[in-house]
């Protein structure tokens, strides 16, 4: 095998060198530099990916005017960031605050029963006996472990300082989507001829493969936590629950890693149906029992092909997203590694295929 010296003349080989090294540096400091803004573009992809089809169709509805469909689509992505987003958010902050704060104290406690229970008819007082011991015995528990639960408290308060940065990420984000949204088929383009260098006989296959896994998890999964979400918190507010917004948080987390909502909302149900009037119980446990179902009527409205993502792939999308890009990251980081799985195995069954199909 020749080697590059004898295809080269000694000096050719080293200009190459420089050049190479030269191309690796610039590469090196363009990422350096673009790093800080790679969440915010991703974000702004995916939107412009989910949303397009309502570009599209607002687009037609103003009689073809992309850049007005543009305008108005952005405003409303706004609105909805900078209000019900932004209160949910909010609320949720001062919940992590609080437990911060009672962590780095040594004052975390479970809670004890209240009076009324003991006056439940047959369970009653068995229950508030049972629920009092309990309590007992974990805020004992809680006790001894809290010294090995502060140092958590400086990790969720410095997760709670930069959720404001988080915040006017999603605002460039939303605003850098209005401004792709009338290049959407110039930029589907792109992306088909970067695939075909990649790979040439798929890259339309893979291009709308990659559109539609956008879609399923942006719509199916990150939207309709949200919504949730949304709704879950409006109910907690309402009944009064503490820290109404941390809870609104865990159901959207709980909804988007596909484990469900139940886990937060049955005990918030419970301690509604404890601190309320039976017509204000009731109201509330129909309310937050919709909201707790939603999500079977919501994802087959909008999710056009099953989702095939494993759910400790969107698991660890979650986890490693909110890890490296903060709150930003909590959404970027499923879509992102569920776009990474779906192209993969695609590309396994396709080598697969090709070489079951080579004669033997």
């Known amino acids: 095998m020749k080697t590059l010296r004898q295809y080269l003349p000694g000096d050719d080989v080293i200009q190459l060198v420089i050049r190479l090294g030269l ?3 610039l590469i090196y400091w363009t990422f350096v530099l673009i790093r800080p803004f790679v ?3 991703a974000w702004s992809i995916v939107l412009t990916v989910a949303l397009y089809p309502v570009f599209n169709l607002l687009s037609r ?3 073809g005017r992309p850049r007005l469909a543009a305008v108005i689509l952005t405003f409303i992505n706004l609105g909805i960031v900078i209000g019900p987003a932004t209160w949910l958010g909010l609320s949720a902050l001062d919940g992590v605050k609080q437990f911060a704060g009672n962590l780095a104290a040594g004052n975390l406690v479970a809670p004890s029963p209240p009076e009324s229970v003991n006056n439940w008819p047959l369970i009653g007082p068995s229950l508030y ?7 007992s015995n974990i805020r004992a528990a809680l006790r001894e472990v809290a010294p090995y639960l502060k140092p958590l408290a400086g990790v969720l308060l410095a997760f709670a300082g930069n959720a404001g940065v988080g915040m006017l990420k999603f605002l460039l984000a939303v605003a850098l989507a209005g401004f792709l949204f009338p290049y959407g088929s110039q930029l589907a383009e792109a992306g088909k001829s970067f695939l075909y260098r990649i790979v040439p006989e798929q890259s339309e296959h893979f291009l709308e ?3 539609a896994t956008i879609r399923a998890v942006s719509q199916g999964v990150i939207g309709v936590a949200i919504i949730q979400a949304l709704l879950a918190g409006i109910g907690f507010k309402l009944g009064d629950i503490p820290s109404a917004g941390l809870l609104a948080i865990a159901v959207m987390i709980l909804s988007i890693v596909q484990v469900g909502a139940a886990i937060v909302l049955v005990p918030a149900i ?3 149906w404890m601190d309320k009037d039976f017509t204000t119980a ?6 937050l029992g919709f909201v707790g ?8 409205l909008v999710m056009r092909r099953g989702l095939t993502t494993p759910t400790l792939v969107i698991f660890v999308g979650v986890i490693g997203g909110t890890l490296a890009h903060g709150i930003i990251g909590l959404f970027i980081g499923p879509i992102i590694l569920s776009l990474t799985w779906e192209l993969t195995v695609a590309w396994i069954r396709r080598d697969r295929a090709g070489t079951a199909s080579l004669p033997s």
């Open 209 to 211: 493969l990659a559109g």
């Open 270 to 272: 419970i301690w509604i």
């Open 282 to 287: 009731l109201l509330l446990t129909v309310f």
């Open 39 to 41: 969440p915010i573009l």
């Open 61 to 63: 509805l103003l009689g």
């Open 293 to 300: 179902i939603i999500d079977n009527i919501l994802k087959p």
């Open 129 to 135: 006996e049972f629920w009092n011991q309990a309590s």
């Open 23 to 25: 191309l690796a540096f």
